[in-house]
């Protein structure tokens, strides 16, 4: 059973610098392809950044240059460095994942599998 809890989401003002980190529980984390989405008030939600099985990085272009994700296997967690940010950054982040090769092989959405509850955003 995987369980994933998000944290450092914060309110900061335009140009700021955050540190999401999301912790996750259970095992085989080295088999997951992990990421983070966003979701804004009415609108769906956005994959942002993703980190392939083989650690391939992939970046929404909103965001490329300005967010930098990565993982540290042997805490099982995963990070998004957030910079420069903007009011049209904010929102709920979601750390997300995706349990097998082949889940992990779908394109957006269906590779996620698990997320957590989510960590706020606001940039102001």
């Known amino acids: 059973h995987v369980q994933l809890v998000e944290s450092g989401g914060d309110s900061v003002q335009a140009g700021g610098s955050l540190r999401l980190s999301c912790a996750a529980s259970?095992?085989?984390?080295?088999?997951?392809?992990m990421g983070w989405y966003r979701q804004f008030p009415g609108k769906e939600r956005e994959e942002v950044a993703t980190i392939g099985l083989d650690g391939t990085t992939k970046y929404t272009a909103s965001v490329q240059g300005r967010l930098t994700i990565s993982q540290d296997a042997s805490k099982q967690s995963l990070y998004l460095e957030m910079n420069s940010l903007t009011p049209e950054d904010s929102g709920m982040y979601y750390c997300?994942?995706?349990?097998?090769?082949?889940?992990?092989?779908?394109?957006?959405?269906?590779?996620?599998?698990?997320r957590g509850q989510g960590t706020q955003v606001t940039v102001s």
């Open positions: 997300a994942a995706g349990l097998t090769p082949f889940s992990c092989g779908n394109t957006w959405p269906k590779w996620l599998e698990v």
């Open positions: 259970g095992n085989h984390f080295s088999r997951f392809c």
